[in-house]
């Protein structure tokens, strides 16, 4: 057998450096995305040792990006946006308009051209949803007022970048670029409106082919599928989506695989399938990002930090000041309190995803040179690693604010200046309750015989539609994972009697249960398990009781805990 393989190789050297950096960055409590960056530095042509193959990586880097914005699509939620769309709309446009002008002040300082320029603060002026999503989960601030403007923030700049992205190459020569030879294809002599109006033309075509023709066949299709019963043949079908819509769109109506992929997103966000094809898509998506991110990794020279060490300051002053006064000045214009402006200014002072995918397609296209991408991951390194430092700041001046501003520590609706209310989280006051973590086909079953012998219950739920449609239901429900002690905290564990875990994943199961068990010894904790090893596992994590197969859980674990006894039963 060949051992020359220059793609396993790539990929496991990829993973396994991502693994180990990603680790130490998490035990660091940085965000592990420094981690993966590293990894690719390690592996990349500008550091010694092993060098991975750059153009495969740059194939796995497309995959990547294809699955990150097939993602992104998959959680646009159009109700988040509306909630808090008078002060998320003119604050994103505002802050991207700021934040892209003191970039093109700081490219023009460095003698580069207005394309460049241009790219380079688009570059700089969009945050990472994955860092932003990770910051405000750890927090507890994702189902509150501040985190819906942060993340309807979050969701007006990501339109914004998935139009710069459609627009990039179609005004590139204008710029100052070049258009880039394929292959099999020649560049266009059009002038440039006439190449904007084709471009905007196939991408309408292409909208309204998703819109008329994909909403009614994904659906339908995933439907199908879902009734065989077969998860492997689902979860490809939902691979087969996100690739094939992405290849598709850019073979037949010349748009970029990162569009194609978001409007397949989109279209399966509304179906009622969309939770499952998430859940299941999952590793894959994690995978190929990881991937993403240790390519873009590959790209960076750390000579830069040595060589431009100003104009590496500049930049991460124009990402951590720059867009952070202009979100905290837009916020408060808006009247709002300065714990609620602070708390959205750190939550977008760091760059991620789409700075990548912008600054390489400024590069394709003669746009960005490599300084420019250096300055860029510079910039989003260092920005990911300051970030949770103004988190921390701010939460030890959470009481001061909470004091001068009088504020309500259990606010139930508070109005935003345009008139419309965003919803507070009710504080979690059941005692003697039980907590049920996954609201599936058996946490349902659990819920339902709980609520009929009037016991007192909340359910812990990570999905933003799921909890408001729980919610809605009268269920007392905390949004986040588990996992973490903030959440179960939340969910007054240390008043409760019973932990039901109903959740499929057994490792992530176990460590509820460990932290559970620390938080509160005496807590009676239940699981589920689909193999020996799994039953093993979740009793050496502290689950005094589990139970083993789908169909029988629901019926055993009720026998187990039983509301009407004064104690339940410890056999595992």
């Known amino acids: 057998m060949p051992h020359d393989t220059p793609l396993i190789a790539t990929i496991a050297a990829g993973l396994v450096l991502a693994f180990l950096f990603g680790a130490v960055a998490t035990r660091l409590r940085i965000s592990p995305l420094v981690g993966y960056l590293l990894a690719g530095v390690v592996v990349g042509p500008y550091t010694p040792g092993f060098v991975a193959d750059t153009a495969l990586s740059q194939e796995l880097a497309e995959i990547g990006v294809i699955l990150l914005m097939f993602g992104v699509g998959l959680h646009f939620s159009l109700k988040d946006l509306m909630s808090v769309k008078n002060i998320a709309v003119p604050g ?172 397949a997103g989109m279209i399966l966000n509304e179906s009622e399938l969309s939770h499952k094809a998430a859940e299941d898509s999952l590793p894959m998506r994690d995978a190929f990002a990881v991937l993403f991110f240790v390519s873009v990794g590959m790209l960076f020279n750390p000579a830069i930090i040595l060589h431009e060490p100003l104009a590496v300051i500049g930049a991460l002053l124009v990402i951590v000041i720059g867009k952070s006064i202009a979100a905290f000045a837009i916020v408060r214009l808006f009247g709002h309190p300065t714990s609620t402006a602070l708390t959205i200014s750190a939550s977008l002072a760091q760059i991620g995803e789409f700075s990548f995918i912008l600054a390489s397609l400024g590069i394709a296209f003669g746009l960005m040179s490599d300084t420019g991408r250096d300055l860029v991951l510079a910039g989003a390194i260092l920005s990911i690693l300051v970030n949770p430092l103004l988190f921390i700041g701010i939460d030890r001046l959470q009481p001061w604010f909470d004091k001068r501003e009088g504020a309500n520590p259990v606010p139930t609706a508070e109005p935003v200046s345009d008139g419309t209310t965003v919803e507070e989280p009710e504080p979690v006051t059941e005692m003697d309750h039980a907590i049920l973590i996954g609201h599936g086909r058996v946490g349902s079953v659990i819920s339902k015989y709980f609520r009929e012998r009037g016991v007192p219950l909340v359910v812990i739920e990570g999905g933003r539609d799921r909890v408001d449609a729980l919610r809605e239901e009268g269920l007392t ?64 994590h502290g689950a005094n009781f589990v139970v083993m197969g789908e169909r029988e859980i629901a019926r055993v674990l009720l026998e187990h805990v039983n509301p009407s006894t004064e104690t339940t039963a410890t056999a595992a």
Do not use: Y
């Open 92 to 263: 994103a446009l505002v802050q991207i308009t700021v934040a892209t002008v003191l970039g093109m002040g700081l490219a023009w300082a460095l003698g580069w051209t207005f394309g460049e320029g241009l790219v380079f603060g688009l570059a700089l002026s969009v945050a990472s949803t994955v860092v932003l999503l990770r910051e405000l989960e750890e927090r507890q601030l994702l189902d509150t007022k501040r985190g819906r403007i942060a993340v309807g923030w979050l969701i007006v700049e990501d339109l914004v970048m998935v139009m710069a992205l459609v627009l990039l190459p179609a005004t590139a020569t204008l710029l100052g670029g070049t258009v880039p030879a394929v292959e099999g294809h020649e560049v266009s002599s059009n002038p440039v409106w006439l190449e904007l109006a084709l471009t905007l033309g196939k991408v309408a075509l292409f909208v309204a082919v998703m819109i008329i023709g994909g909403r009614r066949f994904v659906p339908w299709m995933l439907e199908r599928v879902a009734g065989t019963g077969s998860r492997e043949l689902f979860t490809l079908s939902v691979l087969a989506i996100a690739m094939g819509i992405a290849f598709g769109s850019a073979k037949l109506f010349g748009v970029s695989f990162a569009l194609g992929a978001f409007f």
């Open 477 to 540: 429900t905390v949004m986040g994972n588990a996992v973490r002690n903030e959440v179960l905290l939340a969910a007054n564990v240390m008043h409760a009697r019973w932990l039901i875990i109903a959740i499929p994943n057994g490792l992530e199961a176990g460590q509820i249960a460990q932290h559970a068990r620390a938080l509160k010894p005496d807590l009676d904790i239940c699981a589920r398990a689909h193999f020996d090893a799994e039953v093993t596992h979740l009793q050496e």
